[in-house]
């Protein structure tokens, strides 16, 4: 506002005549209007607010489009987004009707609630056309900071860990058209080879692209067996124009899908996978501890390092102190100190800690000196407290078989949704969302909400006709089910609960305030 307002003075100084209007995109604050008073331009201006609300990037994607809000939310405690997100959530009731079973885990997920009732009674019921949904997820993106860490395997979320997608577009470069200009193609089920391509996993994309060009070669052929005038204007106004835009369309994603191969076969992707893969399964420690020193020292990417640094402290409940002491020298001497404050941040997200250390081994020790059965007793009370014991990820991974055991995971027609990490790990979120809904709340997941940050609660006002018969079916709104993310989420989720929603018979739609990867998630709490 300070830059606006130097400018309003600059004209005034040099008799410039403007009218000069202030749009704030979601909210105008009473800083902006005492800022402008302070500067004395307030009387030359006119302000007002856009309410940017839930922008649908795809049939079942909806996104508030604000990736900062993780960092305003989670390590600044800005709450100024509280409104904006239940303001949204009041736009979909009025033109969707209420929704009656609501799930919420989360602190800024409740208080987004709250706020959401709280404008309920300030305004009335907003609509009174039937519901269309029939469940309501409310999740902090701090309760599982594992899946974005992961490495991406699905053709989606490879494009957007490599490319970036933007608000559903993707910039495709020379690197991927072999020319010296660049496409910007919006993502969506619109695009028929897109759709078919976005949740398989990146091991069958090639195969599925090959056999797409054959069909589309052959469907091509097909016109020079058209035999009368009439099978050519058919053909011309019904295919043609369609073959031509799944023919450009395929040509982009076979040069993405070949960009992406020649990116990750430069780099250390296959290390990295398996790195990934034991620190989920829990094992090798030191053999992983060795790994992200040798590429911090070899000064591989950056977002290489850290992540791998943030998913070990993740699935350990913190580094251990002596290897968080060493990590973190070396990551700052080889990527520099002005990183300092990145671990600052990240540690007082929880995403990069250090193990609480006890005492009382050494204190044990001590006392069994002095002889006895009483001290050799204490000793062994003492030893056994200071083994290591389950982080709060395993626990969860126990309790939510996140990790699927001595079964093959069929990656090209997948059963199971932990397919998107190559059967290594399934999104936590997911799985939560799997089972609240199978419970119709959170009874019976007490060892599972303990070992979650934050509170969860629910309010179910219709509960499923369990057990009557097929002609007694539940609504066809009783199973939509709209997920919303507070704090972003990736493609590796949305894919996902795609396949849970086919498996289980309900469609998802998925809100979002922003589509994130995890290097997008940590560099906004870099300070750099």
Not at 122 to 140: A, E, M, Q, R, T
Not at 240 to 264: F, V, Y
Not at 297 to 317: A, G, I, T
């Amino acid at each position: 506002m300070k830059h606006i307002a130097d400018q309003v003075s600059a004209d005034k100084a040099s008799g410039k005549e403007r009218t000069y209007k202030i749009i704030l995109v979601h909210k105008k604050t009473f800083l902006c209007d005492t800022i402008l008073e302070e500067e004395g331009v307030y009387g030359h201006v006119s302000t007002d607010q856009y309410n940017m609300h839930f922008l649908p990037l795809d049939t079942d994607i909806l996104s508030l489009e604000l990736p900062g809000l993780f960092r305003s939310f989670f390590l600044d405690a800005d709450q100024a987004y509280v409104p904006v997100l239940a303001e949204s959530l009041i736009d979909l009731l009025v033109l969707f009707g209420g929704i009656p079973n609501v799930y919420v885990h989360g602190n800024y997920s409740k208080k987004v609630y709250e706020m959401l009732e709280t404008l309920k009674q300030i305004h009335g019921n907003p609509s009174s056309v039937k519901s269309n949904f029939g469940h309501l997820f409310l999740i902090d993106r701090d309760i599982d900071y594992v899946t974005p860490l992961c490495s991406q395997l699905t053709y989606a979320g490879l494009l957007d860990e490599i490319l970036g997608i933007n608000s559903g577009y993707c910039d495709f470069g020379p690197e991927v058209i072999g020319k010296d200009q660049n496409i910007r193609l919006l993502l969506t089920s619109q695009d028929e080879v897109f759709e078919e391509i976005r949740d398989r996993h990146f091991s069958g994309v090639f195969n599925f692209l090959s056999t797409k060009a054959k069909e589309l070669s052959s469907d091509f052929e097909k016109r020079k067996d058209l035999a009368t005038v009439g099978e050519m204007k058919d053909f011309v106004a019904n295919k043609l124009k369609s073959l031509k835009s799944q023919h450009k369309s395929l040509a982009l994603h076979i040069g993405a899908s070949e960009h992406i191969i020649n990116i990750k076969s430069k780099s250390d992707f296959e290390e990295q996978l398996k790195a990934e893969h034991s620190l989920l399964e829990g094992g090798h420690i030191k053999e992983n501890v060795a790994y992200i020193e040798e590429a911090i020292n070899r000064q591989y990417p950056l977002m290489h390092s850290l992540r791998l640094l943030c998913l070990m402290s993740q699935v350990l409940d913190g580094l251990p102190k002596q290897d968080y002491k060493n990590l973190k020298t070396e990551f700052l001497q080889s990527y520099g100190y002005d990183h300092l404050l990145t671990f600052f941040n990240l540690k007082k997200l929880g995403i990069l800690t250090e193990q609480e250390q006890t005492k009382l081994l050494l204190k044990g020790v001590d006392n069994f000196k002095l002889g006895g059965k009483v001290a050799a007793e204490k000793v062994a009370t003492t030893v056994a407290s200071a083994l290591p014991r389950s982080s709060s990820y395993q626990v969860l991974c126990r309790k939510l078989n996140l990790i699927p055991q001595g079964e093959e995971i069929n990656l090209k027609n997948p059963s199971d949704i932990s397919y998107v990490f190559s059967g290594a790990f399934t999104p936590l979120t997911v799985r939560l969302v799997e089972k609240v809904l199978s419970k119709e709340g959170f009874d019976g997941l007490d060892d599972v909400i303990k070992h979650l940050p934050g509170s969860s609660f629910c309010n179910v006002k219709a509960k499923s006709a369990k057990g009557k018969s097929s002609s007694m079916q539940e609504s066809p709104s009783a199973r939509v089910v709209l997920v919303f993310y507070i704090g972003g989420c990736t493609f590796s989720e949305i894919a996902a609960l795609r396949l849970l929603g086919r498996q289980k018979g309900y469609r998802f739609i998925i809100a979002t305030t922003a589509v994130i990867t995890g290097s997008r998630l940590l560099e906004s709490v870099m300070e750099t």
